[in-house]
Nanobody, 124 residues
Framework: QVSLVESGGGLVQAGGSLRLSCAASTHTSDITTVGWFRQAPGKEREFVAAINWDYDKTAYADSVQGRFTISRDHAKTTVYLQMNSLKLHDTALYYC?????????????????WGQGTQVTVSS
């Protein structure tokens, strides 16, 4: 069993930056993709970004393209989400998720492991 732990959330002013981290408890061939999702109050959880290392691919939601960057630290089994130029509508609970996924990184159903989430609040 793999556990995921997110960190790095907090309160930031609009235009500011945060870096989220997702640490996995162990290396496993059961994981080829890590994704970030977010859920704002009263809204459904939505895809933010994903990274796949089998095919060296990344994917981003249109709403964060050009502002967020997902990356991976191989040695530490950690995936990062660098969030720049934060906007009010980026406020949400951010989850990382992992699974053995080769295509369609945006679909939550394919992710087997989920973290508990880290809160990001952007203020004006």
């Amino acid at each position: 069993q793999v556990s995921l732990v997110e960190s790095g959330g907090g309160l930031v002013q609009a235009g500011g930056s945060l870096r989220l981290s997702c640490a996995a408890s162990t290396h496993t061939s059961d994981i080829t993709t890590v994704g970030w999702f977010r859920q704002a109050p009263g809204k459904e959880r939505e895809f933010v970004a994903a990274i796949n290392w089998d095919y060296d691919k990344t994917a981003y939601a249109d709403s964060v393209q050009g502002r967020f960057t997902i990356s991976r630290d191989h040695a530490k089994t950690t995936v990062y989400l660098q969030m720049n130029s934060l906007k009010l509508h980026d406020t949400a609970l951010y989850y990382c998720a992992a699974g053995r996924i080769h295509t369609d990184f945006t679909t939550q159903l394919w992710y087997r492991y989920w973290g508990q989430g880290t809160q990001v609040t952007v203020s004006s």
